[in-house]
């Protein structure tokens, strides 16, 4: 039995009603199983063969967009459901990439045959909604309860190097021992080369789920290194301990991962390896300034600390974002005493309320306005001094900001 949303029932109803057989597959099932929730639900439909047929029963619904004939999909936004239909389909290949296949719909094939086309047994498993019981052909409820990923076919496995990706993917977030001949169709698949015939942005794509869903992101690192990949860092460790302390913000969370990934590199050294995965520029911007700041937490344990210290770094860098990283750099050393110091540095940040942030200025250039000066390029150096002074701490509200902003003048 899959527990899939009741409110859905009225979609499956009217298709019911119309002699289409819908089967819920795919990842929801395999989330399912391990009590994950999903608000994407695929739905293969049986019994049908227009997709103008499809479109006409589900358009009461919600909008339905087609997502290429070819490709045999329509999509429905339904009570915060991404849902996609999908009609039985064969998959030739035809010529090298990860899109390199003829994909021919076939609404004659079983659901057995439908399904010897995916790429783990684990996700061939189907849910028949009206029959109400699970269609396994392929054993995958067995390997998937074993910790085993197995592929449903090896020969087809090979022809798709971005499959090589997701059983690194897979096998990593859902803790699975990847079975033995796969593991070798793999390797075999990397010593080709057949993921340089990937996209860079597609290879992160699959990189990205690894280090954002992963408890332990290093497992799927170390497995590329098994099959001889070039996608590899030393500072493992340093991202598994990140991954305990993600954010809600998955864009910082790239960020604290990339950083985790090349904290001791060169600024040179970090540019080629964020640049080997992705064309994003500001991941590679915010990961290499916190490559860069991080041993400034370093200078101030050392030397001492102070709110201008603190105040001045907040300009250059986020201190939380910074403070994630270098806890998890100590805690791969058991650097106890320096992780004490830390914690004092996070404690006066948010004290100072620039633990994300940087101290907002009190004085504006409209300040200067009311004492009669006209805009120049003289405005930046006093308003740079003046928050120098504000870090300083020689004013902390607005009416000894100006009495500040006076003196200055006159002198």
Known sequence: MINYPDKLNIIFKKLSDNGIKPIIVGGFIRDSLVGIESKDIDIEVYGISSFLELQTILKEFGNVNIVGKSFGVCKLYFEDYDLDFSFPRVDNKVKAGHRGFDITIDTTLDFKAASSRRDFTMNSIGYDIIERKILDPFDGLNDFKNRILRAVDLQS????????????GFATRFELKIEKALFSTCRDMVLKGMLEELPKERIFEEIKKLLLYAKKPSRGFELLKEFKSSIYSKNLYVIDEIAKQLTTN????????????????????????????????????????????????DKIESEGLSNYRLYKLATEVNIGELIILKSAIYLTKNSTKALKSLKEIKKRAKELNILGKQLPAILMGRDLLEFGLKPSPLFSEILNNAYEAQMREEFNDHSSAVVWLENYLNS
């Open 157 to 168: 496995f090979g022809q798709d190097p971005l499959r090589v990706l997701r059983a690194v």
């Open 250 to 297: 998955t864009q910082t969370n790239l960020v604290l991962m990339l950083s985790g990934l090349c904290y001791d590199f060169t600024q040179n050294q970090t540019q080629n390896f964020i640049k080997m995965l992705t064309n994003e520029k500001e991941l590679l911007k915010r990961s290499a300034l916190l490559v860069d700041k991080h041993n400034e937490i």
